[in-house]
Nanobody
Framework: QVQLMESGGGLVQPGGSLRLSCAAS????????ISWFRQAPGKEREGVLC????????YYSDSVKGRFTISRDNAKNTVYLQMNSLKPEDTAVYYC??????????????WGQGTQVTVSS
């Protein structure tokens, strides 16, 4: 069955960096877009970034442009979210998700359990 597992979250000071990983299994990874979302306490879930099967990525959130990047290692069935210059407002549970399609979409059927990112001094 389709499985997505996030890791790499934790506590980081403002201005710091973290790299989240999303390990996927149960489907043909190479041809499928994987997205990252986040949900802060008391707020709705929002899209962050998506990596499709081709070159390039899709930003769902302007607030992370210039700070976050996404990449994938098809040999490891893993997508990474590199987060730099972190701000307290980046504090959230981060989820990876997929709809098993090539193009990026905010509507995803399969979700991981999430990993907590806390940005605080």
């Amino acid at each position: 069955q389709v499985q997505l597992m996030e890791s790499g979250g934790g506590l980081v000071q403002p201005g710091g960096s973290l790299r989240l990983s999303c390990a996927a299994s149960g489907f043909t990874f190479n041809y499928v877009a994987i997205s990252w979302f986040r949900q802060a306490p008391g707020k709705e879930r929002e899209g962050v970034l998506c990596k499709g099967s081709s070159v390039g990525s899709t930003y769902y959130s302007d607030s992370v442009k210039g700070r976050f990047t996404i990449s994938r290692d098809n040999a490891k069935n893993t997508v990474y979210l590199q987060m730099n210059s972190l701000k307290p407002e980046d504090t959230a549970v981060y989820y990876c998700a997929t709809n098993l399609l090539r193009p990026c979409t905010v509507n995803n059927r399969y979700w991981g359990q999430g990993t907590q990112v806390t940005v605080s001094s």
